[in-house]
C-alpha cells in the first residue's frame, strides 16, 4: 500500500518562496509517477507538476511554469516542489499523489493518480 506524507507548506507574502517535500513509501514496482496538485476553496482540484520515476519525465502546469520547480531525490522517493515568486492565486492545499505506473506523458489530471497525501496549505497574501 503506498503512503504519502507531505511536508513544508506555510503562509508567506507575494512574491515570496516555499518548498515542498514528499516522500513516498511502499511502491512495489520500480516505475511510477508523482505529482503535485492543488485544490483552492470552491474550485477543482488541478494538476501542478508532475514527473516519473524512469527516465524523469517532468510536466508543469502553464500556470506556474518559470516558477514552480519539480524534483526527485536520488532514490525517486521523495519529490520536492520548489515554488518561487508566489502569487495569491497560488494559494491552495496542495496535495501529492502518485500512480504505480510510469506515463509516456505524465497527466496533469487527478483521476489518473490511486494515492494521495493528507495535503498541506499554501497560503500566499
Known amino acids: 500500500h503506498v503512503q504519502l506524507v507531505e511536508s513544508g507548506g506555510g503562509s508567506v507574502q507575494s512574491g515570496g518562496s516555499l518548498n515542498l517535500s514528499c516522500v513516498a513509501s511502499g511502491f512495489t514496482v520500480d516505475t511510477y509517477t508523482m505529482g503535485w496538485f492543488r485544490q483552492a476553496p470552491g474550485k477543482e482540484r488541478e494538476g501542478v507538476a508532475v514527473a516519473t520515476s524512469h527516465k524523469n519525465t517532468i510536466r508543469l502546469a502553464d500556470s506556474v511554469k518559470g516558477r514552480f520547480t519539480v524534483s526527485h531525490d536520488n532514490a525517486k522517493t521523495t519529490l520536492y516542489l520548489q515554488m518561487t515568486n508566489l502569487e495569491p492565486e497560488d494559494t491552495a492545499t496542495y496535495y501529492c499523489?502518485?500512480?504505480?505506473?510510469?506515463?509516456?506523458?505524465?497527466?496533469?489530471?487527478?483521476?489518473?493518480?490511486?494515492?494521495w497525501g493528507q495535503g498541506t496549505q499554501v497560503t500566499v497574501s
Open positions: 499523489a502518485a500512480e504505480d505506473r510510469w506515463y509516456f506523458r505524465p497527466p496533469l489530471t487527478a483521476p489518473e493518480y490511486t494515492y
